[in-house]
């Protein structure tokens, strides 16, 4: 080997563990929405963390600041455009066919299919008694590229949509529709941060369709979705999964008792074959906490 060739040779050599041990404590970097507060990132984080950590990775979590609408972050990510590695929302078949790589866990258990409705709290007496005929008579709102938007037009519900979430809140204060269905992980949170206090939450009415949250990994980490899904598994195993989201979300769920005969069941024609369903230990329902 000539000389210079050979110098090439062992530099690489020598470097390779150090760009190998680089890569290995690379920070594992998350989306912190600025146009909306979301009050579950705290818990998201600390999740990502303890998977990691199950599976004896030694990367370190850090949010990045982030002015994008969900829908573009989306978009970017799949593209292996985005100055972040992963993002946590409702799964559905476009999604996960996108080219996201979905962690199929419900890191939500579930709970971001059960919704109570914010309506106008001057109208209170009129959600007294609702079904779902009830509510074919009713608009809700939603994002316009929101799964629960595809969701409850398939069970034949009325929707109007925004672009903007923000806007949501304003457009059922002043009427220009009837109800917004919100995540009973969410919504304890939008109507504290929430400058429409003509707002309420219709007492006893709860819709659900199945429904998952998960970790979407830029297809740039295929090695960090494998780690995401390996620790998750063992976080669930040893109880620590669950264990962190009732420390985040059991007072929520205590707060809003569920009177099951009043539920409004829907189904869910976006959600993905894959979803695993039939892993019980992954699911709750409100009143189970």
Known sequence: MPAPD????????????????????????????????DPQLPY???????????????????????????????????????????MWTVTDRQRESSGLIPVRFPIDRGLMGWRLLLVRARELP????????T????????GHDWPDT??????????????????????L???????????????DAELAGNAQPELAIAPGVLLHYPAAAYLFVSPRRPELAEELARGLDLAAADGSFQRLHRDFFGPLLRAHPVAHELVI??????????TPLQRHELWLQPGEA
Do not use: C
């Open 150 to 171: 595809a969701v409850l037009r398939a069970n034949g519900l009325p929707v109007a949509t925004s672009s903007s979430y923000e806007s949501l809140f304003r457009m």
């Open 126 to 133: 009129r959600w007294r008694r609702v079904d779902l005929d």
């Open 265 to 274: 069941r829907l189904n869910n024609p976006l959600l993905p074959d894959k």
């Open 135 to 142: 509510l074919r008579q009713r608009t809700a709102g939603q």
């Open 173 to 187: 204060g002043t009427g220009r529709f009837d109800y917004f269905p919100r995540s009973i992980l969410e919504v």
């Open 6 to 37: 050979r110098r090439r040779f062992l530099a690489a050599t020598l470097l390779a563990p150090s760009a190998w041990a680089a890569e290995q404590t690379a920070e594992v970097t998350l989306p912190r929405h600025l146009r909306a507060t």
């Open 44 to 86: 998201v984080r600390q999740l990502v963390q303890l998977a990691l950590s199950k599976a004896g990775s030694p990367r370190s979590v850090r949010l990045i600041d982030l002015e994008m609408a969900q829908g573009r972050s989306l978009v970017e990510l799949a593209q292996g455009r985005s100055a972040f590695d992963l």
